[in-house]
């Protein structure tokens, strides 16, 4: 885990510092981000970071202090800056994340709640911080309370596009909104309190790859610490409940919030591309990044990761590379032969591996786009008869015109393809369902009259949800 946002520097750490970073580190987090929010702040959280090698800082000027803003402090903000891109952890150590110390302008925005300082102040502050952050590009930090059309129209007219709205508590508009400019969310301990059905809602709604989590130590602890003062190892007690929320696992939330906060904070390096990936109790393997379409939903022309993982291969894996990737089958609920493009390009590495699945005790599904009879030149269903447990079908779309729209097939024909496919795939595949995106130009209904027409099963997934 990665503890985007929290403030070590401040006196309720004072008595115990040592020992809060040590529960971190002994809990799993990777790095924590300690954030400036005053003069005193930022000179405390520069200096953490110096003497850490998993805590980084952030600089900037609280709206509360923004009275206080000076062409001095402005100054002493970009040096930090400077410097803390050229500071290093004072030693080599396995568990150090190669990154400049100073990764972010923050905490800086908008507090109409309190108003410690005139609100007229507080915009042109932020105003100046968001320049100072786009001139040396560096994602900003941005606290918004009471202030939600202000600080987006600031945002919107500074130009910044990398940064997170921390601490979110807005409803799922206001979050649509941040999106929009390019912004991450990150959620913090609120989430789990009874009364924050909004919140949760936003919590499911965020996509994976704009989703951090955070802490704000001392404030804010989760349940089942709320009342206490809240420290870096309970970042995991909010992940973990977001991770229900979203219908994953912690593993899922731990890998998709850390890569995310990796590429936003420029620390450290996303992992190799993967060959065996798992979710949630799944394991899926991705056998090759080649496919006979090209849909215009396809993820792999937005991303190389799904749920934090990386699926650009460099080259296709061996049969016995696959082999160990998996280890032992029988602890998945299911091996699915999945990944970056058609796994029935690789047929015969599909049956090979599935009957060494079988004989190892697991079960096995494949995800594919219905062209395997026409990509292998004959009717390979037969062949996986025994072997596979159950297969999805990619129809996305009711009729030929709107498939060849959205999926660009390489090949004529390919909507009766995946009928014929369809058709015949329920005589040999014990568990066959056709899969569909909900969106523009698909008609769910008529879908659903197909399959009852071919007699399979209807699943409807959400555009831009995979995974």
């Not at 400036?36 to 800082?57: M, N, P, Q, R, T």
């Not at 129209?153 to 909104?177: N, P, T, Y």
């Not at 790859?209 to 955070?214: A, F, S, T």
């Not at 849909?295 to 460099?314: A, E, P």
């Amino acid at each position: 885990m990665i503890d985007t946002h929290c403030h070590l520097e401040m006196e309720d750490f004072g008595a115990d510092l040592d020992a809060v970073i040590r529960r971190a580190k002994e809990s799993g987090v990777e790095a924590i981000v300690t954030i400036g929010s005053d003069i005193g702040g930022c000179e405390g959280a520069v200096s953490l970071s110096a003497k850490h090698d998993f805590v980084y800082a952030a600089v900037g000027i609280h709206p509360h202090d923004a009275k206080d803003f000076s062409d001095d402090v402005y100054s002493r903000l970009r040096t930090w800056i400077s410097d803390g891109r050229g500071l290093r952890p004072h030693r080599d150590a396995d568990d150090c994340i190669s990154a400049p110390k100073v990764v972010a302008l923050g905490e800086i925005g908008l507090d109409y709640h309190y108003d410690h300082s005139p609100r007229e102040k507080q915009r042109e502050v932020f105003e100046k911080q968001l320049l100072l952050a786009k001139d040396i590009d560096l994602p900003v930090i941005v606290h918004s309370r009471e202030a939600e059309a202000d600080t987006l129209e600031i945002l919107r007219q500074s130009g910044v596009r990398k940064g997170v709205m921390h601490c979110f508590s807005g409803d799922v508009e206001m979050a649509e909104k941040t999106l929009e400019l390019g912004f991450h969310i990150s959620i913090a301990g609120p989430v789990t309190f009874k009364n924050t059905a909004v919140l949760k809602k936003v919590a499911r709604h965020v996509p994976d790859e704009r989703l951090l989590v955070e802490t704000d130590a001392p404030y804010l602890a989760p349940e089942p610490f709320r009342g206490k003062r809240n420290e870096p190892s309970y970042v995991i007690e909010t992940a973990r409940f977001i991770a229900g929320l979203r219908g994953i696992s912690l593993d899922d939330i731990d890998r998709i919030t850390s890569l995310n906060a990796k590429r936003l904070f420029g620390i450290g390096e996303a992992d190799e591309a993967r060959i065996a990936y798992k979710i949630r109790d799944s394991l899926y393997l991705n056998i090759t990044n080649r496919c006979t379409n090209k849909c215009t939903f396809c993820i792999r022309y937005q991303s190389d990761f799904v749920k934090g993982h990386n699926l650009r291969l460099g080259s296709e894996p061996t049969e016995k590379e696959l082999k160990q990737a998996i280890g032992d089958p029988s602890k998945y609920k299911e091996i699915v032969f999945c990944g970056y493009g058609e796994p029935t390009l690789r047929f015969d590495v599909v049956k090979s591996v599935a009957a060494w699945v079988k004989k190892h005790g697991g079960k096995v599904r494949i995800n594919t786009n219905g062209h395997a009879n026409v990509i292998n030149g004959r009717n390979v269903l037969p062949e996986l008869k025994g072997l596979v447990d159950a297969i999805s079908v990619s129809l996305d779309a009711q009729d030929e015109e709107t498939y060849k729209k959205i999926c660009r097939p390489s090949f004529e024909g390919a909507f009766a393809a995946v009928l014929d496919f369809l058709r015949k795939a329920k005589h040999f595949i014990p568990d066959v369902k056709a899969t569909i995106v909900e969106m523009e130009g698909v008609d769910v209904g008529k879908c659903e009259q197909l399959c009852e027409g071919l007699g399979v099963g209807l699943r409807v997934r959400k555009l831009d949800i995979v995974g």
